[in-house]
């Protein structure tokens, strides 16, 4: 049987009890509002008396207060963090590509499209008219607006990398805060646990922290028995405990795309890979969603430059300028540009240097192979002699433009010969111009020229010499005057009579480029010269005249010296192309001289617009380098994916808000406050307070009369 007094106490712990749940009751009212606040529970426990043998127990001690709980699903809360690092990504990737859709402008009257359509426009006009200065102002105006736009838009996407980079500073930095914010949580967490205090709300501060960094980066969280819990961020631990790891930028250099890329690592120098979250997608926008952009740009950029200048430079201004470029080179030289590489001196020490001349078109150099330049002294008169294979019954010239003069110095007994081998007879054109400025300083001209008829195994021959002061230009020219045959087959022979005479013979190594040699007086050879040689293109059946500047420190042996001829193909090609798009300008030279645009396929040749022409369906072109797809389709085809891409983007975006919105308003069912659940507490407790303080007026008066009775 208990003890009357004993029942003062079970009143007593009854009010204290009803007590304390009111004000749990209250706390959760006054935080029905808070973000991230957890309802609370008071769970309470009935106290036992403890039993001692022969005495009889009581039946209880009252209540007590097991433990004051928050209402947390663990399940919600993770899929909330889950579905809020997916949001976030695709929030941020979703932004970059809008942003990016809003600097191309694209489709629209802005857009590169419509200036490269209207570029080519422009050429196709100077074909039509190309005596027409305004066709031609028109022409650079447009290219240099399509360069203007170009330019303007990488400036833009530059501009998206500077507040990419500012951003991800941001986002690692408020990271590490927050990291270092639910560190000091858990170890005050841990505290209160040890000292067995409530740290609900500490509880639910933490909670918050972790879902606000669950939207930067991706993180698993484990609980540990202590009450504090271990963070994983990326597959490394960011925090342990009450120690958190700092994340920190690194930059590293890409050779092969040329350009910085940023990774994270935490303090201990270990990689750190964000899969999802904020973080995630800046470090997307800024590694790989811009440089592809720029990358694209620059890609047409370069090939637009590569293919108008490669066309450009073939054709004629209106004044016989030649091998100008339209849009200015930023490296000389270019990838793709036919360059010499592989020589060195020869070991006879004769020749010194090697080159073509500057701003020759590629027609005028020779065919990518490999040469050997050799060098004859005291050539003794042998004829040199090259089988020629016709290309054309249409009057076009196999050998056109024989240039073997060097300067007055040319042997006085030089003899050019073409012999027909088959076919019927035919009918050669010939003229050489013999030129020098007598002592008044006036220009002399000795003209001749002929035609000759050849029949099989006959030949023709010339044979010329010079004067001191003379200058020789001969021009051999097959012409179908009458019965030219395709296939017919001739030999060209070049010879100097007699000793006494120097040589410089190119050929190619396998036998096949055949190119011709160049004779001259003994002592002729000296310094540095730009020589003309012939060579036959296969391919085409076409003898071109192609040009080198030799460097000659006399010959004074006979030696040779290889080298090679192709396109520059250097080690990192990004090098050139990088920034292509940011160095996009016209030619400042076309801007002064309009005349100088090379319309024409020929030198001086009225109403010439066969270049232009081909620079104008450059616009149907299929680019290599652009995946086989004309420039327009190109740009267009970027465009689609990028406006596919960002619907993409936005759509996953929706689809993780929408989870996540469900699943915080089921965690919000299980850990929200109602109000009229609190207000229903409230009452049960009001009632149950004044139960217990009744229960304590009774016992008082039960007492009250067992002492009254008692005296």
Same mark, same amino acid.
């Given at each position: 049987?208990?003890?009357?007094?004993?029942?003062?106490?079970?009143?007593?712990?009854?009010?204290?009890?009803?007590?304390?749940?009111?004000?749990?009751?209250?706390?959760?009212?006054?935080?029905?509002?808070?973000?991230?606040?957890?309802?609370?529970?008071?769970?309470?426990?009935?106290?036992?008396?403890?039993?001692?043998?022969?005495?009889?127990?009581?039946?209880?001690?009252?209540?007590?207060?097991?433990?004051?709980?928050?209402?947390?699903?663990?399940?919600?809360?993770?899929?909330?963090?889950?579905?809020?690092?997916?949001?976030?990504?695709?929030?941020?990737?979703?932004?970059?590509?809008?942003?990016?859709?809003?600097?191309?402008?694209?489709?629209?009257?802005?857009?590169?499209?419509?200036?490269?359509?209207?570029?080519?426009?422009?050429?196709?006009?100077?074909?039509?008219?190309?005596?027409?200065?305004?066709?031609?102002?028109?022409?650079?105006?447009?290219?240099?607006?399509?360069?203007?736009?170009?330019?303007?838009?990488?400036?833009?996407?530059?501009?998206?990398?500077?507040?990419?980079?500012?951003?991800?500073?941001?986002?690692?930095?408020?990271?590490?805060?927050?990291?270092?914010?639910?560190?000091?949580?858990?170890?005050?967490?841990? %505290?209160?646990?040890?000292?067995?205090? =409530?740290? @609900? $709300?500490?509880?639910? *501060? +933490?909670?918050?922290? #972790? &879902?606000?960094?669950?939207?930067?980066?991706?993180?698993?969280?484990?609980?540990?028995?202590?009450?504090?819990?271990?963070?994983?961020?990326?597959?490394?631990?960011?925090?342990?405990?009450?120690?958190? %790891?700092?994340?920190?930028?690194?930059? =590293?250099? @890409? $050779?092969?795309?040329? *350009? +910085?890329?940023?990774? #994270? &690592?935490?303090?201990?120098?270990?990689?750190?890979?964000?899969?999802?979250?904020?973080?995630?997608?800046?470090?997307?926008?800024?590694?790989?969603?811009?440089?592809?952009?720029?990358?694209?740009?620059?890609?047409?950029?370069?090939?637009?430059?590569?293919?108008?200048?490669?066309?450009?430079?073939?054709?004629?201004?209106?004044?016989?300028?030649?091998?100008?470029?339209?849009?200015?080179?930023?490296?000389?030289?270019?990838?793709?540009?036919?360059?010499?590489?592989?020589?060195?001196?020869?070991?006879?020490?004769?020749?010194?240097?090697?080159?073509?001349?500057?701003?020759?078109?590629?027609?005028?150099?020779?065919?990518?192979?490999?040469?050997?330049?050799?060098?004859?002294?005291?050539?003794?008169?042998?004829?040199?002699?090259?089988?020629?294979?016709?290309?054309?019954?249409?009057?076009?010239?196999?050998?056109?433009?024989?240039?073997?003069?060097?300067?007055?110095?040319?042997?006085?007994?030089?003899?050019?010969?073409?012999?027909?081998?088959?076919?019927?007879?035919?009918?050669?054109?010939?003229?050489?111009?013999?030129?020098?400025?007598?002592?008044?300083?006036?220009?002399?001209?000795?003209?001749?020229?002929?035609?000759?008829?050849?029949?099989?195994?006959?030949?023709?021959?010339?044979?010329?010499?010079?004067?001191?002061?003379?200058?020789?230009?001969?021009?051999?020219?097959?012409?179908?005057?009458?019965?030219?045959?395709?296939?017919?087959?001739?030999?060209?022979?070049?010879?100097?009579?007699?000793?006494?005479?120097?040589?410089?013979?190119?050929?190619?190594?396998?036998?096949?480029?055949?190119?011709?040699?160049?004779?001259?007086?003994?002592?002729?050879?000296?310094?540095?010269?730009?020589?003309?040689?012939?060579?036959?293109?296969?391919?085409?059946?076409?003898?071109?005249?192609?040009?080198?500047?030799?460097?000659?420190?006399?010959?004074?042996?006979?030696?040779?010296?290889?080298?090679?001829?192709?396109?520059?193909?250097?080690?990192?090609?990004?090098?050139?192309?990088?920034?292509a798009a940011a160095k996009l300008k016209v030619n400042p030279y076309l801007i002064e001289n309009k005349d100088a645009v090379a319309a024409a396929g020929k030198d001086r040749a009225p109403g010439d617009g066969a270049n232009a022409l081909e620079i104008a369906r450059l616009?149907?072109?299929?680019?290599?380098?652009?995946?086989?797809?004309?420039?327009?389709?190109?740009?267009?085809?970027?465009?689609?994916?990028?406006?596919?891409?960002?619907?993409?983007?936005?759509?996953?975006?929706?689809?993780?808000?929408?989870?996540?919105?469900?699943?915080?308003?089921?965690?919000?069912?299980?850990?929200?406050?109602?109000?009229?659940?609190?207000?229903?507490?409230?009452?049960?407790?009001?009632?149950?307070?004044?139960?217990?303080?009744?229960?304590?007026?009774?016992?008082?008066?039960?007492?009250?009369?067992?002492?009254?009775?008692?005296?």
């Amino acid at each position: 049987m208990g003890s009357t007094f004993g029942s003062f106490e079970i009143g007593r712990r009854g009010i204290h009890v009803m007590q304390k749940g009111s004000q749990v009751a209250g706390q959760n009212i006054a935080n029905a509002n808070t973000p991230g606040y957890s309802r609370q529970i008071m769970n309470l426990k009935a106290l036992r008396p403890p039993a001692v043998p022969g005495v009889e127990t009581p039946p209880g001690y009252g209540v007590d207060v097991a433990a004051i709980n928050r209402i947390k699903s663990e399940f919600y809360s993770n899929q909330i963090l889950q579905s809020l690092t997916a949001r976030d990504y695709w929030s941020q990737l979703g932004e970059t590509l809008a942003a990016l859709e809003v600097i191309f402008l694209e489709p629209g009257d802005t857009g590169i499209n419509t200036y490269l359509s209207e570029f080519f426009d422009a050429w196709q006009e100077v074909s039509v008219n190309p005596e027409s200065y305004a066709a031609r102002v028109n022409l650079v105006e447009q290219a240099d607006t399509l360069s203007g736009v170009v330019r303007e838009m990488y400036g833009r996407l530059e501009d998206m990398f500077i507040d990419t980079e500012k951003e991800i500073n941001d986002c690692i930095t408020e990271i590490n805060v927050l990291a270092e914010e639910i560190a000091n949580l858990n170890k005050q967490i841990v %505290f209160h646990e040890a000292l067995g205090k =409530v740290s @609900n $709300e500490l509880l639910d *501060e +933490r909670d918050l922290r #972790i &879902q606000e960094l669950s939207e930067l980066i991706d993180i698993k969280v484990l609980q540990k028995e202590s009450g504090a819990v271990e963070i994983m961020a990326g597959g490394r631990t960011l925090l342990h405990d009450d120690l958190f %790891f700092p994340l920190e930028k690194v930059i =590293v250099f @890409n $050779e092969e795309t040329r *350009e +910085r890329e940023f990774s #994270i &690592q935490n303090n201990f120098k270990f990689k750190v890979n964000p899969l999802g979250g904020k973080l995630q997608g800046l470090l997307e926008t800024f590694n790989e969603v811009l440089p592809f952009y720029r990358a694209a740009m620059d890609d047409l950029a370069y090939h637009l430059v590569r293919e108008v200048n490669r066309v450009h430079r073939e054709g004629f201004g209106l004044e016989g300028s030649t091998g100008l470029n339209f849009f200015e080179p930023w490296e000389d030289p270019m990838p793709g540009d036919v360059i010499i590489s592989g020589f060195e001196a020869d070991p006879g020490g004769n020749i010194t240097s090697l080159g073509f001349p500057p701003g020759i078109p590629d027609s005028r150099k020779l065919l990518d192979g490999e040469y050997r330049l050799e060098t004859e002294v005291g050539y003794n008169g042998v004829s040199t002699a090259e089988t020629v294979s016709s290309y054309s019954r249409n009057g076009q010239a196999l050998v056109s433009g024989v240039d073997v003069a060097v300067d007055n110095e040319l042997n006085s007994s030089i003899f050019f010969e073409v012999t027909k081998l088959d076919g019927e007879d035919i009918y050669l054109h010939y003229s050489y111009i013999h030129t020098k400025v007598n002592g008044d300083g006036e220009l002399q001209t000795n003209v001749d020229e002929g035609i000759k008829k050849l029949k099989a195994g006959d030949n023709a021959g010339v044979a010329f010499g010079s004067g001191d002061g003379w200058t020789l230009e001969l021009n051999i020219t097959l012409e179908d005057i009458l019965n030219f045959s395709e296939g017919d087959k001739f030999i060209i022979q070049v010879s100097a009579a007699g000793s006494g005479s120097d040589r410089i013979r190119l050929e190619s190594t396998d036998g096949v480029k055949a190119v011709y040699a160049i004779t001259a007086a003994s002592g002729a050879f000296e310094g540095e010269q730009e020589l003309q040689f012939f060579q036959l293109d296969e391919s085409t059946g076409e003898h071109r005249k192609v040009s080198l500047i030799i460097g000659v420190n006399g010959l004074t042996t006979d030696s040779d010296a290889v080298f090679t001829v192709g396109p520059f193909q250097p080690e990192h090609p990004r090098e050139y192309i990088y920034q292509a798009a940011a160095k996009l300008k016209v030619n400042p030279y076309l801007i002064e001289n309009k005349d100088a645009v090379a319309a024409a396929g020929k030198d001086r040749a009225p109403g010439d617009g066969a270049n232009a022409l081909e620079i104008a369906r450059l616009r149907e072109k299929l680019i290599e380098g652009l995946g086989n797809t004309t420039f327009e389709d190109f740009f267009r085809g970027l465009m689609v994916d990028l406006g596919v891409q960002g619907r993409e983007a936005q759509r996953l975006e929706y689809n993780m808000n929408a989870i996540y919105e469900n699943m915080a308003e089921q965690a919000e069912a299980v850990s929200g406050v109602s109000l009229d659940d609190e207000m229903l507490s409230m009452i049960q407790f009001q009632h149950s307070y004044n139960a217990a303080a009744k229960f304590l007026s009774i016992i008082d008066q039960m007492l009250e009369t067992l002492i009254n009775e008692i005296r």
